[in-house]
């Protein structure tokens, strides 16, 4: 991306491409997604299907043990691990080991207590993690954690509730500049709605996606989409910018044929084909 704000189209994707998928599903990075709870199980796995989705080669699931054995059965593709039994304790193998294996950490989806959030995303990065993606609970405790503990490589992707919550401030009309404001304050990358900044203030701006998109599980989707271009070895800020393109083309092929009202699953699905206009 240049220094100026500058819409992310399939054209600017085409150019930036993607690493070389290789000829193993080792050569395409390992997804971890660490969420989840018994009121929502779901989460975890649109996250984990969509990180599969848009090319990710290897995908492991650390959930509270209640859902590990019927996560394990709806995603087969996945290797599950269950979460610590307190979410004070720290991560010990196999899933120590999973996690620092991994090209890239998703801590959020589905989780829904603050305490129990603040404390995984805590354990996970004390692992020594390559990239961390946050998101939904995980933001909201984000400003109680030193950013110093986190690893240098964090995306951050909250929808404008969690986006107010990062500014200690209602949002502005500037959304870019709101954006921008987060990724410095954290020193991250951050995707809210299509707008994506870096530290230095780089932006981009992803068109399209409707009202569709604003539907149940849909956070979840776009949190692994990101996730998945990270593991694949996408820089950070066009990981984010790919993720975010993918879901909004994902939204709009959805809206085309049937109008509004589709799931979030049905966007998972639809990942593979948006990606494969860019690559026609």
Not at 118 to 137: M, S
Not at 144 to 159: C, K, T
Not at 214 to 219: H, L, Q, R, Y
Request: aromatic fraction near 4%.
């Amino acid at each position: 991306m240049s220094n100026q704000s500058e819409k992310i189209t399939p054209e600017l994707l085409r150019g930036w491409g993607l690493p070389e998928p290789g000829d193993s599903k080792k050569s395409r990075g390992r997804v971890m997604v660490v969420g989840g709870s018994t009121r929502s199980p779901g989460g975890v796995l649109l996250a984990g299907e969509a990180a599969l989705r848009v090319g990710a080669g290897r995908l492991g699931l650390v959930v509270p043990l209640p859902t590990q054995l019927p996560m394990g059965v709806a995603i087969p593709e996945a290797a599950v691990f269950a979460l610590p039994e307190r979410a004070t304790d720290p991560f010990t193998d196999p899933v120590r080991h999973e996690l620092e294996s991994a090209d890239a950490v998703l801590v959020g989806p589905g989780f829904d207590d603050a305490d129990e959030t603040r404390a995984t995303v805590l354990a996970v990065a004390e692992v020594g993690i390559r990239c961390l993606v946050l998101d939904a609970y995980a933001l909201g405790i984000l400003p109680d954690i030193d950013r110093g503990l986190l690893p240098e490589a964090l995306i951050l992707n909250p929808n404008e509730e969690e986006a107010a919550i990062l500014l200690e401030r209602d949002p502005s009309d500037d959304r870019a500049a709101d954006v921008a404001e987060i990724a410095a304050r954290f020193d991250a990358v951050v995707n809210c709605y299509g707008t994506v900044a870096a530290p230095d203030g780089v932006l981009g701006e992803v068109p399209g996606g409707g009202a569709g998109l604003a539907t149940s599980g849909s956070g979840d989707v776009l949190a692994g989409a990101i996730a998945g271009f990270a593991a694949r070895g996408v820089e950070p800020p066009r990981a984010a910018a790919w993720g975010s393109w993918s879901h909004a083309r994902a939204g709009d092929r959805l809206t085309e044929r049937s109008g509004l009202g589709f799931l979030a699953r049905e966007l998972v699905v639809e990942l593979a084909a948006a990606l494969d206009e860019v690559a026609g």
